[in-house]
């Protein structure tokens, strides 16, 4: 089944924080971040493996909830550079990827 | 080192042809995937192979589809009797081991427009 992502897209002020969030209807073994910007292939951001797991670099940060089945991404003071499509996967033993939320970041 | 590479990257074809695309995943990843992302869309997963195990086929939309992998390494996507809703950017990715527990290393895909 294919997570859920909300919103699906989201328009900011640099400077400004952003929440991105990753729901399953079904029990998750990992959870995975990407960012995909126009005309380009996706890139790695983290993965997440154990319920209650949080990691970041940078100001991109990101927890597991995996009694909910939910993660969550945290943009902090978002830069232009943040502008892009972000996609989480989640994975039992393939990742199925949600629709997206586009993340649009104004001078 | 080299990354994950897919040929073409562009390709043209005229409705009714077969198609081939190729991905050549980074040496030593033992899985690798397949996707489709119409315009503006996400990631549609198709397929996905791990070291010699039977691929996991449950993506694939239609018998129309096809996908082998050589071992470890060269894959190749084959779309026979193209329609115009195959028109799409086919992106391959490699990974070092188990889905879950590795990062996906993306290609820049290939661009295919069924006419």
């Known amino acids: 089944q294919q997570p859920v992502q909300s919103p699906q897209a989201v328009i900011l002020r640099e400077g400004e924080d952003a929440v991105i969030n990753c729901s399953s209807s079904?029990?998750?073994?990992?959870v995975h971040w990407y960012r995909q910007k126009h005309g380009e292939a996706p890139i790695f951001l983290m993965i997440?493996?154990?319920?209650?797991e949080q990691k970041g670099h940078d100001k991109i940060s990101a927890s597991f909830n995996e009694k909910k089945q939910q993660s969550s991404l945290y943009l902090t003071a978002s830069q232009l550079s943040y502008s892009g499509t972000y996609f989480c996967?989640?994975?039992?033993?393939?990742?199925?990827f949600g629709k997206g939320t586009r993340l649009h970041i104004l001078p | 080192g080299a990354g994950v590479s897919q040929s073409p990257s562009n390709k043209v074809t005229e409705k009714g042809k077969d198609v081939e695309l190729r991905c050549d995943p980074i040496?030593?990843?033992?899985?690798l995937y397949w996707y489709r992302q119409r315009l503006g869309q996400g990631l549609e997963f198709l397929i996905y192979f791990q070291g010699n195990s039977a691929p996991d086929k449950s993506g694939l939309p239609s018998d129309r589809f096809s996908a082998e992998r050589t071992g470890e390494s060269v894959s190749t996507l084959t779309i026979q009797r193209t329609q115009q809703e195959d028109s799409a950017v086919y992106l391959c990715a490699s990974s070092p081991g188990l889905a879950g527990a590795n990062e996906q290393f993306f290609g820049p895909g290939t661009r295919l427009t069924v006419l």
């Open positions: 996967g989640t994975a039992d033993d393939k990742i199925i």
């Open positions: 997440l493996l154990k319920g209650g």
């Open positions: 040496s030593g990843h033992t899985a």
């Open positions: 079904k029990a998750l073994y990992s």
